[in-house]
């Protein structure tokens, strides 16, 4: 298989028999790059996951793509059909709990401390998380020291409910956004100290990606093989 980055929380993932792709709202280049020149010219399936309706992880621009590619499976969070950004008809919508499954991949929806899900995929053999927007969103420099507790509360929980489900992860994809603020790695600290994780792959830190370097030297301390992909398009062999 092969993950390549396309922007932000957006990730491709390609087999030989079908690819999957998470959290699109612009591609490479913008308008155009390697979702529309590699994945969208493709003759196997494709399957686009939507985590939640904010406009940095879902665009209606992924409909428009049924007019060039036949087999493309649309699998959202259920709040974008709540918020009226797709209508019944568009896709297959999950939401916390809910299973997908077919000849080709299994997917599970777990919580996000946000809106919407997190996706747990099961193909090849592997577990992949796409955590979404599920983090441990303390802003402990500007929050309360109760707005602090409950958010990591809320986090904890959700993770214990994933970890029961699946405590053994190949390739986590987590938010390590700089804008929390000073602790902005916690929540992926506490992830990889709750779940056996082989492989982190930092995102969602806009356009910063050397700022996720120290908590790489942390996960790789706890023997977790960190992975920064940085520049949009660009691969790794998993």
Known sequence: MKLTYIYH????????????????????KGKQGYVHDILLQKPEPLYILSSHFHPDHFSREIFSWKEQKENIHYLLSK??????K??????????????????????????????GVSFL????HKHIFHAGDLNN???????????????????L????????TCNNIDIALFPVDPRIGSEFARGAEQFIQQIHVKQFIPMHFW??????????????EKGVSFNLLQQPGESLDI
């Open 157 to 164: 929980h959700e993770i214990k409910i994933l970890k029961a």
């Open 137 to 155: 969103w303390h802003w402990k420099d500007e929050s309360t020291e109760q707005e602090v507790k409950e958010a990591e509360g809320n986090f």
């Open 9 to 28: 929380s957006c990730f491709a993932l390609e087999t030989p028999a079908y690819s999957i792709l998470f959290d699109y709202y612009k591609d490479t």
């Open 121 to 124: 995929l099961t193909c090849e």
């Open 207 to 220: 356009e910063k990606p050397e700022l996720t370097l120290p908590f790489g030297t942390y996960a790789q």
């Open 86 to 115: 797709a209508m019944a008809s568009e896709a297959t919508f999950l939401t916390k709990g809910d299973i997908y499954e077919d000849a080709l991949i299994r997917i599970q929806a777990f919580g996000s401390t946000d809106v």
């Open 79 to 84: 709040d974008i059909l709540k918020h009226k």
